[in-house]
């Protein structure tokens, strides 16, 4: 089993960063792809970014404003810069065995944090 747990969300103004972080326990290896989600309310959660060695894929949506790195097995980031309102969200990390795929097959969660961009 995974453990995922998310940190770093927070209100920020338009324009402003912030950086994401997830810390992975459990049995976490360097193939399981980590990956970003978000969920705004009242819509569906989307795909932001997800990265496994070398294979980094990203929303177009976040492409040249978000950044993901991960600095071993078990810890990821996501380096938010120029952010937006529309970026406001619910923020979840996930992982799963296999490539870094953009849709949500992925097979373990976190509880997510809140990130809030005002105008």
């Known amino acids: 089993q995974v453990q995922l747990a998310e940190s770093g969300g927070g209100l920020v103004q338009a324009g402003g960063s912030l950086r994401l972080s997830c810390a992975a326990s459990?049995?976490?290896?360097?193939?399981?792809?980590l990956g970003w989600f978000r969920q705004a309310p009242g819509k569906e959660r989307e795909f932001v970014a997800a990265?496994?060695?070398?294979?980094i894929n990203y929303a177009d949506a976040v492409k040249g404003r978000f950044t993901i790195s991960r600095d071993n097995e078990n810890t990821v980031y996501l380096q938010m810069n120029s952010l937006k309102p529309e970026d406001t969200a619910v923020y979840y990390c996930?992982?799963?065995?296999?490539?870094?795929?953009?849709?949500?097959?992925?097979?373990?969660w976190g509880q997510g944090t809140q990130v809030t961009v005002s105008s």
């Open positions: 996930a992982a799963r065995w296999g490539v870094p795929t953009n849709t949500s097959e992925y097979d373990h």
């Open positions: 990265i496994r060695w070398s294979t």
């Open positions: 459990g049995h976490i290896f360097s193939g399981h792809a």
